[in-house]
């Protein structure tokens, strides 16, 4: 999908990670079509080595015709729930866009 760039930050590439976000662009794209690229970046914000809970972050910005770009992002200690929770935020913005 060359809409889509992944910008994996200090978070190690999975297959698993890459499949969960091809999933999720393309719901994006199906009700944005109109949309050129949607970029996602992950970040670890305090890795396993450390105190503390590990915590991911994931972000996104859709860009849209016309300067119109929409992005949300969330942190959390479950990665795949931050990726979910960040894909229904941006499809919220979309539908409020296209009303």
């Known amino acids: ?4 760039v992944i ?3 200090n978070l190690d590439r999975t297959e698993a ?5 091809f999933e999720k662009a393309e719901k994006i794209f199906a009700f944005a079509p109109q949309a050129t690229k949607l970029l996602v970046s992950f970040q670890v914000i ?3 080595t450390s105190a503390g809970v ?3 972050r994931v972000s996104m910005e859709l860009r849209l015709p016309h300067h119109q ?3 949300s992002g969330r942190e959390g200690d479950n990665l795949y729930q931050a990726i979910k929770e960040t894909e229904q935020a941006l ?3 979309i539908n409020s866009k296209k009303r």
């Open 1 to 4: 999908m060359d809409k889509l």
């Open 7 to 9: 910008e994996w930050g």
């Open 17 to 21: 990670i890459e499949n969960n976000v």
């Open 46 to 48: 305090n890795p396993k």
């Open 54 to 56: 590990p915590t991911q």
């Open 69 to 71: 770009d929409i992005r």
């Open 91 to 93: 499809l919220s913005q």
